[in-house]
């Protein structure tokens, strides 16, 4: 008897440090799929919907967007035009890599990182605007957009990673 309570006391207390690791909450809302932990929102994955112009939101239930996770919007073939709210403060790996019919792109000021890869591949982006909250760009963050012609990169950026702009191959130039 007193074994089978020592089993069950270990087992609900391997249950109790899990539910601590373990995100608060996941779920959907409209063609989000999202994570909420610790008072704050990363968006990890996307439905697509009929929407090709599309604002992420700066709340979700009432906590701030404060990420886009890695490969959230991976190979998303439905946004053309995308708008990233200032709440968010880091766009992760691969955020966006193969988005192969989003144009254009505004990333509000608020975001300090975007992270490797975040937007390759990206072929039909046109136009892009860097904020001055930007400190980092990651290894290869744009390359790939091969429509993208220029960019002005902000004082602010203070990291840069290697191969960034690789394979823009109707870039004019780089402010």
Known sequence: MKRLLAVVLSLGLCLCLFSAVVPAKAAAEEELIYQMFDGQVTVTGHVCGLRQEYVIPDTIEGYPVTAIGYEAFY?????????????????????????????????????????????????????????????????????????????????????????????????????
């Open 75 to 175: 190979n998303c073939s439905c946004i053309t035009e995308l708008t990233i709210p200032g709440s968010v403060t880091v766009i992760e790996k691969s955020a966006f890599a193969f988005s192969e019919k989003l144009t254009k792109l505004t990333i509000s000021e608020g975001v300090i990182r975007i992270e490797k890869d975040a937007f390759f591949g990206c072929d039909k982006l046109e136009q892009l605007t860097i904020p001055d909250s930007v400190a980092f760009l990651g290894d290869s963050a744009f390359s790939c957009c091969e429509k993208l012609e220029e960019v002005f990169i902000p004082k602010t950026v203070t990291q840069m990673g290697s191969g960034v702009f690789t394979g823009c191959t109707n870039m004019t130039g780089i402010w």
